[in-house]
């Protein structure tokens, strides 16, 4: 009989992430009124409320799927070697869930929040992907890192520097931004546009290498 990829003893802090959301919202839950605000428009004004469990339950529950989903289904991994990309992928998914519950349970600004807590759950997922070995479902996964064994290995290492420095960067940036410029400038337009040119970057960094690659060995 095979060994599952990740055993729940190695999920610890995953689960004491998880146990701290439940007992923040628990906390929360008598001391904040029932409407609170979830939208903000592009002026940075409130133009959506919801109740409680809208606000501190159902975004946790939400993240709270890939965890389990990814823990019923290890293959998923598809090789045993990235069983800890997943598991950081897990602890980061609780972090978030953490910063949304804290956001509302001590009032603290929403994007800042966001900002910080997208910043480290990125540089947590960049310190292993650069590890990550070639599978269908998880890494820089480009047309030309599936073609090239050099492609797929230079590219998580690629990538995994990215997130890592685009991480630092947003958490940065949202310690330091002025709240005048903070929405729409920082986020969503700057994140997006950073994001999304070192993702660009990444991709046509992966075509160069399959077609640098003397001996391209498909991966999979």
Do not use: C
């Amino acid at each position: 009989m095979t060994q599952p990829f990740s055993s729940l003893r190695q999920e610890w802090l995953t689960g004491l992430v998880l146990a701290a959301n439940a007992a923040l919202v628990a906390w929360a839950w008598p001391r904040l009124p029932e409407r609170l605000p979830l939208h903000w428009n592009w002026q940075g004004e409130v133009d959506r409320f919801g109740g409680r469990f809208e606000a501190l339950i159902l975004l946790p529950l939400i993240l709270l799927l890939p965890t389990l989903l990814t823990l019923a289904f290890p293959g998923l991994a598809g090789t045993p070697k990235n069983a800890g990309v997943l598991r950081i992928l897990r602890l980061g998914l609780a972090l978030l869930s953490l910063s949304f519950t804290a956001q509302h349970a001590f009032e603290l600004h929403p994007l800042r929040a966001v900002l910080i807590s997208l910043g480290v759950f990125f540089v947590l997922l960049g310190n292993v992907l650069g590890k990550t070995q070639p599978n269908r479902w998880m890494g820089v996964r480009t047309h030309w890192t599936f073609l090239s064994r050099q492609a797929w290995h230079k590219s998580q290492r690629r990538g995994g520097a990215f997130l890592v420095s685009f991480g630092l960067l947003s958490a940065l940036a949202a310690l330091l931004t002025p709240e005048a410029l903070l929405f729409p400038w920082l986020m969503p337009f700057a994140f997006l546009l950073l994001l999304l040119g070192g993702l660009g970057w990444i991709t046509y960094q992966s075509y160069r290498d399959y077609h640098n690659d003397p001996q391209p060995e498909p991966v999979i």
